[in-house]
């Protein structure tokens, strides 16, 4: 699958999570063409915050493949710029690539990569994903933007304001 594919899937499963109150964020992790894991942040549902979309799209990959030592890469796609703890569950799990759709000001980890020189990098897990992004970024941005219009939580509804507006829209703000 190409990566404007993975992250239109990606899109399709904020649109869930959407629909059941969370912040549109939608990840899915693909080996090969199969896709092997799935899920939208869960924050407003599990009443935590380390429940991240890509997170629990990761564990629910590792949990499909075991301790298998022998498999294709993995991608990962996800509707907004991972995080430094999402990034780092995907260098463990032995993610390849990662594709993104809307970036992260706050918080994005895709500029890890250019400065992580671990001393070994014989291990899956010393291996950092090539990160990419700007995927279907206008739907994701929309996204955002649909739901700041019903988000009852003040705090969501901003951020998500926040994510809606293009980067030259929010000089002097």
Not at 57 to 72: H, I, M, P, T, Y
Not at 140 to 159: I, K
Request: net charge negative; hydrophobic share 40%; with cysteine.
């Amino acid at each position: 699958m190409t990566p404007d594919e993975l992250v239109t899937l990606a899109l399709e499963v904020s649109e869930e999570g959407m629909r059941a109150g969370e912040l549109p964020v939608g990840a899915v992790v693909a080996m090969g063409d199969e896709i092997i894991g799935r899920a939208y942040t869960q924050e407003r549902t599990q009443g935590r915050r380390l429940v991240h979309a890509d997170l629990l799209a990761l564990e629910q990959a590792d949990r499909s493949l075991g301790w298998k030592q022998r498999r294709d890469p993995l991608t990962l796609a996800i509707t907004l710029e991972p995080c430094l703890m999402c990034l780092g569950a995907a260098m463990a799990l032995g993610v390849s690539q990662v594709y993104y759709g809307l970036e992260a000001p706050d918080d994005g980890a895709a500029g890890v990569p250019a400065v992580w020189q671990p001393s070994r990098q014989t291990m899956w897990f010393s291996q950092v994903p090539a990160v990419a992004g700007g995927y279907r970024r206008f739907e994701c941005r929309d996204q955002f933007r649909r739901y700041a219009l019903t988000a009852s939580n003040t705090n969501l509804r901003r951020y998500a304001e926040s994510m809606s507006i293009e980067p030259d829209e929010s000089v002097g703000v």
